[in-house]
């Protein structure tokens, strides 16, 4: 954990011949930098940059990722390899819990996975900025390795709490889809970023579906009696698409799929 905190900060300490490789207005260069969010297209500008490339299964995406830092490649193949089996065995967990058929979200729900390492300058006014806006993550489960220095907030009885590093710890973050396939038993954690006076990265791996994945309440935990469907059925990728607009419009993430009792058949 300590080393993907170490490799992943030195990548945006790279000369910027090495970085600009990996800067493009192509949404298909899937191996990139970014800063904030969508920077050409938010009304607000956050205080993070960020890379982000897809890690699963390792051998089909190593070949893009950065060969500098020079342990890059080693230490992230490995650490993407361990994080995925700590997030299916948790996800099997869930799967237990939820009373659902085992293996519910391996296969297609979990084909895919993302590495998204952040990194928050030293802010000179934290009161003016944030790291990243109030959001629930999009996937399935999110495993954040949050170093030493605290930032992160969570959103419970609207109040913000921070969540406090743990050494060598994993934040475990409920998605959006998890909410969903749950029908509304597990809910999804609303958080956000705050800026800070001293320099943080974070690593953060998301378990997601593949793009052309269902999305919709696990038919065994609904029934149109007493537990109908909270959430129509969509895509990943069309959820991908609404997603990103309700958050730039500050919209609830998932309005868009919710089944409003009166509109039930
Ligand atoms: O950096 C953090 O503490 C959280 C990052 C986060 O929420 C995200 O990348 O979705
Ligand atoms: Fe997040």
Not at 153 to 158: A, G, M, P, S, Y
Not at 186 to 206: G, I, Q, Y
């Amino acid at each position: 954990m300590k080393d993907a905190l170490i490799v992943g900060k030195e990548v945006f300490e790279l000369p910027e011949k090495d970085k600009e490789k990996f800067y493009s207005v192509d949404p298909k260069q899937n191996c990139g930098f970014k800063t904030s969010i969508d920077y050409n297209n938010e009304k607000v500008h956050y205080w993070r940059d960020n890379f982000r490339h897809p890690c699963h299964p390792v051998e089909d995406h190593i070949h893009r990722w950065p060969s500098n830092p020079p342990r890059y490649r080693e230490v992230f193949g490995r650490y993407s390899i361990e994080v995925r089996k700590l997030g299916l065995q948790i996800l099997d967990l869930i799967c237990e819990g939820l009373g659902l058929e085992s293996g519910y979200f391996r296969e297609g729900l979990s084909q895919n996975q993302l590495m998204s390492i952040n990194h928050y300058p030293a802010c000179p006014d934290p009161s003016l900025v944030l790291g990243l806006p109030k959001h629930g993550d999009p996937f399935l489960l999110t495993l954040l390795n949050q170093g030493e220095v605290s930032g992160l907030q969570v959103l419970k009885d609207q109040q913000w709490l921070s969540v406090e590093p743990l050494p060598n710890a994993f934040v475990v973050n409920i998605n959006h889809l998890l909410q969903i396939i749950s029908n509304g038993k597990l809910k999804s954690a609303d958080h956000r970023v705050v800026a800070s006076s001293v320099e943080r990265t974070t690593v953060v791996s998301f378990i997601q579906p593949g793009i052309d994945s269902c999305i919709e309440p696990a038919k065994s935990l609904v029934n149109e009696s007493s537990n109908p469907p909270l959430y129509k059925s969509f895509t990943f990728s069309d959820f991908m698409t609404t997603y990103t607009t309700a958050l730039f419009e500050g919209k609830d993430e998932l309005e868009h799929y919710m089944i409003i009792p009166s509109q039930a058949s």
